[in-house]
């Protein structure tokens, strides 16, 4: 029976002498969830799912739920499974623990997902960095299939017919974009297409496809293993479950954690089983949430916030992907804004116009008011090209760009200081 600050994701780590040996993990746990599965029938399935209220863990933090049930409800005989392993943001880390500590509950989530679609192929995309874990993970993929679990008729199942293939990227972020990532898996130029349709429906060969990120997959298992409601109770009614999160930046306790959603925020800073507090002896000034796309919030606003979903959307917050950069009061917030302005404009694919001229004039305003040269009509103008990029974007990576600068805007408008009134801006007449 599972127990609130029970570790759920990490149970196995630093209990296993191999990551990759299917016999060991057996040992905790291990294809319990799958074989459970397989005593269901496909709506139990689902509704376990369902009440589990599991969010997806790659950042949009959509229902798994609904999106499995949207899947199986596609019309197509062919259908696939894909899992994004594409981590390539500053400040995020967890996949590559999970990846290489516990590579066998990634693969036995993608499995149970392969039995309920009845897919016949898998793809695990993973980010091109990771040629280690790669190896790993190929190497659990092997052992895996050895065992039974994976090729044909898995565990005696006449017909249960499945296999995972990795992936390697190339290093372009902006294949961690779903649908740019199943491109790439084709062969083209990893650029996001056009929705809709959903990727549900039109997916991978234009095949409805499943894609879900390594946090997600290695969730199900334990779904299936302890049950929706269980899984539920260890999170919050609008998130079940537990989160990884990954602290840095001018905390003391830099590292990978699995929090109970709900816990306070204040505890996962302060507290000495997490953060610790600040590493530099100086207040805490603010904290980046969700990764580099994610909004800004003033640790002293947050004493009396609970890190959860609706608690963190109700403070114009995000979880997204578990990210959280703690920085003190010796950072100037657009020094900050500057670095990941600079990451957006290098890894926009240059599909659209909005994102890839944007994202350079961004970057190239925030740097003139880091050098104290701004003037007085460059913060409209600043305003106005973060309203741009959003609203006119074709992909998620554009249209979250401004999520730190305008939420910094408001935090810390002094911190936007101009120089001189030399200019004379027109907002009616803004342009790129």
């Known amino acids: 029976m599972l127990k609130r600050n029970q570790p759920m994701l990490l149970e196995r780590m630093g209990k296993m002498q191999s990551a990759t040996d299917v016999a060991e993990y057996c040992k905790y746990d291990g294809f319990d969830g799958l074989k459970r599965a397989i005593s269901l ?65 990634v693969i036995e989530g993608m499995i149970i997902a392969g039995y309920l679609f009845s897919a016949k192929a898998g793809y695990i995309y993973m980010r091109g960095e990771y040629r280690r874990i790669q190896k790993t993970f190929q190497e659990a993929l092997d052992n895996a299939r050895q065992a039974g679990f994976l090729g044909e008729n898995i565990l005696g199942i006449e017909g249960f017919n499945y296999d995972i293939t990795i992936i390697s990227g190339a290093g372009a972020y902006i294949c961690g974009e779903n649908s740019a990532l199943l491109n790439s898996i084709e062969g083209k130029t990893g650029q996001p297409r056009v929705k809709p349709p959903h990727l549900a429906d039109v997916g991978l ?169 701004a003037t007085a009509s460059d913060l409209p103008r600043l305003e106005k090209m973060l309203t741009h990029v959003t609203r006119l974007s074709a992909c998620g990576l554009g249209q979250s760009v401004a999520n730190p600068m305008k939420s910094a805007l408001a935090l810390f408008p002094e911190e936007f200081e101009t120089t001189a009134e030399t200019e004379i801006y027109a907002t009616s007449k803004g342009g790129w």
């Open 41 to 105: 029938s496909d709506e139990e399935i689902l509704n376990e799912l369902d009440v589990a209220h599991l969010r997806g863990r790659g950042g949009a933090a959509y229902p798994l739920g609904k999106k499995w049930r949207h899947l199986y409800h596609a019309k197509g005989t062919t259908k696939y499974i894909v899992c994004n392993a594409d981590e390539g943001e500053p400040g995020t880390f967890k996949d590559k623990v999970l990846l290489s500590e516990d590579p066998l509950s």
């Open 205 to 373: 060969y234009l095949q409805p496809t499943l894609v879900n990120n390594v946090e997600s997959f290695a969730s199900v298992p334990i779904i299936l293993r302890e049950g929706g409601q269980a899984f539920l109770e260890m999170g919050t009614a609008d998130g079940g479950g537990t989160k990884l999160i990954c602290l840095s930046g001018h905390i003391k306790n830099r590292g990978l954690y699995e929090v109970n959603l709900g816990t306070p925020l204040e505890e996962i800073i302060y507290g000495e089983q997490y953060g610790g507090g600040s590493a530099t002896g100086r207040a805490l000034k603010f904290i980046h949430f969700g990764g580099q796309s994610g909004p800004i919030g003033a640790v002293a606003t947050l004493r009396d916030c609970l890190y959860s979903y609706e608690d963190l959307w109700a403070h114009d917050l995000s979880v997204g992907s578990g990210a959280i950069v703690v920085m003190d009061d010796s950072v100037n917030v657009v020094d900050y804004l500057v670095h990941v302005a600079a990451f957006f404009a290098h890894e926009s694919c240059g599909k659209c116009t909005p994102c890839r001229l944007g994202t350079t004039r961004i970057l190239e305003l925030l740097s003139k008011f880091n050098r104290n040269e």
